[in-house]
C-alpha cells in the first residue's frame, strides 16, 4: 500500500490547514484530500492502533462493504482511503439492503462474517458516522475500532 503518495507533502499541507476537516474523533482526525480520498491522521496511539487494524481488514476483505484503504505511511501515522459521501441516517442503509432492523442486517450473508472475522462491534457498525456512500452503495468508513482495541486502549 506504500507507494505513489507523498506523505511528507500531505503533512505540510496539513501543517498548513489546507485540507478540509471532515471529521474528529479521540483517536484520529480526517481531512479531505480533494482528489475523492480522505487521509486519517492518527492523533495518538490509539489512532496509529485504529489505522494498522483498517489497513489489515482493507487488506484481507475482497468485499466492497469497505472503503478501501489506497496508501499508508511507513509510521503507520497517515493513511489515505477512499472518499465516501456522508450518510445522515442509519435508516437508509437498512433501506438499501432491504430489511427493517439492525440486528437483520448484520444477518445477512454479505454482512454477518463482518463482527466475527473481524472482531468489528456491531454496536459501532450501525452509527452513521461509520458508513458513507460510494458509487450509491453504502459502505463502512470507519472500521478500526475491534474488540481488541476497545479492552487495550478505551
Not at 18 to 37: C, E, H, I, K, Q
Not at 135 to 143: E, K, N, Q
Amino acid at each position: 500500500m506504500n507507494g505513489l503518495i507523498e506523505f511528507d507533502e500531505i503533512d505540510e499541507h496539513l501543517r498548513m490547514g489546507d485540507y478540509p476537516v471532515l471529521g474528529m474523533g479521540s483517536a484520529r482526525r480526517v481531512f479531505d484530500l480533494g482528489n475523492d480520498t480522505v487521509v486519517k491522521v492518527a492523533r495518538n496511539v490509539k489512532g496509529y492502533a485504529q489505522n494498522e487494524v483498517e489497513c489489515m481488514i482493507s487488506e484481507m476483505d475482497e468485499s466492497d462493504t469497505f472503503a478501501k484503504v489506497l496508501y499508508v505511511a511507513r509510521d503507520g501515522r497517515c493513511l489515505v482511503m477512499e472518499k465516501a459521501g456522508p450518510v445522515y441516517n442509519f435508516a437508509s442503509i437498512r433501506s438499501y439492503y432491504h430489511v427493517e432492523s439492525n440486528k437483520d442486517l448484520f444477518q445477512l450473508n454479505n454482512l454477518s462474517y463482518i463482527p466475527r472475522k473481524y472482531n468489528l462491534l456491531i454496536s459501532d457498525l450501525c452509527r452513521p458516522v461509520n458508513w458513507g456512500v460510494i458509487d450509491g452503495r453504502p459502505v463502512i468508513i470507519d472500521y478500526g475500532f475491534t474488540g481488541r482495541i476497545r479492552r487495550k486502549y478505551y
